[in-house]
């Protein structure tokens, strides 16, 4: 009796979650069907549009933490920009406590002596992290315009002149442009990423400015009055994605934002599976503190019903982590509960769920891929479905921790200053002593979700069999990429502790 209880319980669960990801794939149809209808040229264009008479001030901001293998690269693409050296002023917002000081330290020497408007700002302590450097530079900002860039971006030296002109009118808060890649190709995990952003950009920014909807600033490679970050409240470090909620509480505070799909700023692409994995959990974990912290004031302003509807969607987009592993877990329940009903019985509930969850998230991003003529990136798509079965885990437990965790630690994404798509060689700053606790997750998960596959084997429901084992495949993708990356930085400080033995002390 309690057996049967427990599983028809687990049943109800396994549905709830596939129903949600079902209304993702839902969402997902939705938008694509929004884009196909805008109109195929940029939704908007900084070059045509002429500069103001006087040409306003800018401020130019870089939050740096230890990244000397790139921080010489952005101090000097920003002090190339084609601006008015009177009407400019560069902060580089220097938090760090490694050899990255001395370098900029050095650029900016070297900047200065050029006639270059440029300053080095540290701080005695971290507080706030990049929300508390923002901040700090802020207050003695003299710009109109903030101007924001990360240490992996290389922005080109017109950006100012593109994207100053779309501040058309008085309430427009915020330009965004879009990211390039310059390492899409280096590996099946970058071209996947490049895929997954790009799509992000030109079809969930662009239908969400064309219609009127709340989106957000990408935290880089974008524009802000700052008269529209200090009515909003300014920079707040209570979430680890400073950006998206600093983002709805300007678009709260009645400011409009502008997406430049023409303007494009190349960047980089984290390269191994780790720090990727790190960056996603702090963008899933940062995405629900920002869900719970403004959506009781996003539902209670005065705004239209579907401005409310889709920023509560955005936000919460990232439950879907958790609805995806909860799926996972109850498989083997599932299939035990229903173990009396035929597979062409079930067709009528399983297969529309299956195409929503899955199908409709693929044709997504088949679309975009290729009107965007990204032909790499679409040959690796297959993957995605695996990859996200194997990471969910790990971002389920950040939405869970942004469900009751307030602000949290900004774990910096390495950068590694490539130029080109050469294959990765180095290894993951972020990996450290959480290799051998997901190692051993993962390859728990793996043997959990070879019982299924093995269920419908002795049962000989060979029609179930190929969608079984996408669950132990996603699995097995992460636990050998994550032991080639253990491999890659073993060898890495066996070298080192090579070439520190030969040092004579």
């Known amino acids: 009796m309690m057996r049967t209880i427990l599983l028809n319980l687990l049943s109800i669960i396994h549905f709830f979650s596939i129903a949600g990801l079902a209304a993702y794939g839902l ?38 933490f230890n990244e000397s293998l790139v921080a010489a690269r952005i101090i000097d693409a920003v002090a190339a920009f084609d601006w008015p050296a009177n009407r400019l002023e560069i902060q580089i917002l220097d938090d760090s406590t490694d050899e990255t000081r001395p370098i900029v330290d050095a650029r900016v020497a070297y900047w200065t002596g050029k006639g270059m408007p440029i300053s080095a700002i540290c701080r005695s302590s971290r507080t706030g992290y990049k929300a508390g450097a923002l901040a700090h530079g802020l207050q003695q900002a003299k710009g109109e315009y903030i101007a924001i860039f990360d240490a992996d ?28 890649f310059l390492n899409a190709g280096a590996s099946w995990l970058t071209r996947l990423q490049a895929l997954l952003l790009s799509a992000h950009f030109g079809i969930e920014h662009a239908v969400r400015c064309g219609r009127g909807l709340f989106f957000n600033f990408n935290g ?7 008269s529209a970050i200090l009515s909003a409240g300014g920079w707040q470090s209570d979430t680890v994605t400073e950006d998206l909620d600093l983002s709805y509480r300007a678009q709260l505070a009645g400011w409009r934002f502008v997406y430049t799909h023409d303007v494009v700023v190349p960047s980089e692409l984290p390269v191994t599976l780790a720090d990727f994995r790190t960056q996603q959990e702090r963008w899933s974990k940062g995405a629900i503190q920002t869900a719970r912290k403004l959506l009781p004031k996003i539902f209670a302003a005065k705004i239209p019903a579907p401005v409310k509807c889709e920023a509560a969607t955005h936000l919460l987009a990232n439950c879907c982590w958790v609805f995806g592993f909860i799926a996972t877990l109850t498989l083997y329940p599932v299939l035990i509960n229903r173990i009396g009903i035929g597979v062409y019985q079930i067709l009528w509930l399983d297969l529309p769920l299956f195409l929503l969850t899955g199908i409709a998230v693929l044709a997504y991003y088949a679309i975009y891929g290729r009107s965007a003529n990204l032909p790499q990136s679409l040959l690796i798509l297959p993957v995605l479905p695996a990859a996200s079965i194997g ?7 950040a939405v869970i921790k942004g469900l009751f965790q307030k602000g949290g630690a900004f774990v910096r994404t ?22 051998s606790i997901n190692l051993f997750i993962n390859i728990l998960l793996f043997l959990y979700t070879l019982i299924p596959v093995w269920f419908a084997w002795g049962r000989e429901t060979w029609p179930a069999i190929p969608f079984l084992c996408l669950f132990p495949t996603g699995f097995a993708i992460v636990i050998v990429h994550d032991l080639h990356e253990t491999i890659i930085n073993y060898r890495f400080f066996q070298s080192l502790r090579r070439f520190l033995s030969k040092i004579p002390i």
Not at 36 to 51: E, F, I, N, V, Y
Not at 391 to 397: I, K, N, R, V, W
Not at 414 to 435: C, E, H, I
């Open 220 to 226: 880089t490679a974008g524009v802000w009055r700052k």
């Open 391 to 397: 990471l969910a885990p790990f971002f389920s437990l």
């Open 27 to 64: 969402h997902r149809i939705w938008m694509i069907r929004c884009w196909l209808k805008l109109p195929r040229a940029p939704l908007t264009s900084g070059s045509p549009l002429p500069l103001r008479n006087p040409v306003p001030m800018v401020t130019i901001q870089v939050p740096l």
């Open 414 to 435: 390495p950068k590694f200053g490539f130029q080109d798509n050469a294959p990765v060689r180095r290894m993951s700053f972020n990996a450290g002593n959480q290799v």
């Open 153 to 180: 971006f290389v922005p080109n030296p017109d950006f100012l002149k593109q994207t100053i002109p779309c501040f058309v009118s008085p309430d427009i808060g915020m330009v965004q442009a879009r990211w390039e």
